[in-house]
């Protein structure tokens, strides 16, 4: 059978005998790597995330042709509820990923299109999806590092969107390492951080996609997440956007109120100052 598809017209058509439907999405991967190889694309990034405010969203893989990348969705049912999953993620990684192409499926019949309205949420992941680990990947790691040379920190997406961070969580920052504590599983209730408040607290994590990342917190600098220098550069906003979210997602409705100002708040500030005096290449480098 022919499998039903978002692709341009000039790809390769995908052919499946109906009965490795029933052998899942591998079967489907492996036949669209075997038809599409022979035209230049390789499938790279098994359950590649892509992270959003929203949550996380995974794609099957990662098509790839030279320095082209299509995120891609396979199906071994088709219907009203898979076809929200897909048009949600594509219009999702459409408007925050715009450096890739457009989201492309592979199904046994073709995905009826749906209005913006009937869009769900069914393909976002909403969990806290780093996870601790005692195997940290040797290196540095920071909040942000610079993409091309002269790229300044001040003027970045990171930049805006850490500062949305520092202001939900200005003279509460403990509640946000409590926040996180739960969603890691590690506490039961946010409460318990408080008797970290004037702790340091330094925890390597591992994530989708193979991502190493740090999380640390200190009374006078906040909560803030770390990326291995190896990280794509590209990756720090959206990863600090998906924090960002979480926070707003799962903040308590009993969490302290707001302060005009606290230490970690001041210490925002004055490395804003800094950094537009002295730009760096790398911002809040801790060495694991």
């Known amino acids: ?7 341009p017209g000039d790809w390769p ?30 499938l790279e990034s098994p359950d590649h995330p892509f992270p959003l405010r929203e949550g996380v969203i995974y794609a099957d893989a990662l098509l790839v042709r030279g320095e082209e990348r299509w995120p ?3 199906y071994p049912e088709a219907g009203v509820e898979v076809a929200q999953r ?5 219009a999702l990684l459409a408007e925050r990923f715009p450096d890739y192409f457009p989201a492309v499926y592979y199904a046994p019949q073709p995905l009826e299109p749906l209005p913006r309205t009937a869009l769900g949420d069914g393909a ?3 969990r806290f999806v780093l996870r601790p680990t005692g195997n940290p990947r040797p290196g540095r790691y920071s909040v942000w590092q610079a993409r091309v040379a002269g790229e300044r920190f001040d003027r970045s997406p990171t930049w805006e969107v850490m500062a949305e961070v520092y202001r939900l969580l200005r003279g509460r920052e403990w509640v946000g390492l409590g926040v996180v504590l739960v969603g890691m599983g590690v506490a039961r209730s ?3 951080a408080e008797e970290l408040k004037r702790r340091l607290v330094l925890m390597p994590l591992s994530g989708p996609g ?5 999380l640390s917190y200190r ?32 903040f308590p409705d009993d969490a302290p109120p707001d302060r005009p100002t606290s230490s970690a708040w001041s210490f925002w500030v004055e490395l804003l100052q800094r950094v537009r005096t002295s730009p760096a290449e790398m911002v809040g480098a801790i060495r694991l």
């Open 1 to 7: 059978m022919r499998l039903a598809t978002s692709a």
């Open 190 to 192: 946010w409460r318990e």
């Open 72 to 74: 891609l969705f396979v």
């Open 210 to 214: 193979g991502l190493s990342a740090a």
């Open 86 to 90: 897909f048009y949600t993620a594509e």
């Open 219 to 250: 009374e006078d600098r906040g909560l803030r997440l770390h990326l291995h220098e190896a990280s794509d550069p590209e990756l720090f906003a959206p990863w600090w956007s998906w924090l960002l979210g979480y926070l707003e997602r799962n």
């Open 13 to 42: 058509a995908v052919y499946l005998e109906p009965a490795d439907l029933t052998r899942g999405k591998g079967a489907m991967l492996s036949a669209v790597a075997r038809t599409l190889g022979s035209a230049g694309f390789r």
């Open 124 to 126: 976002i992941d909403r």
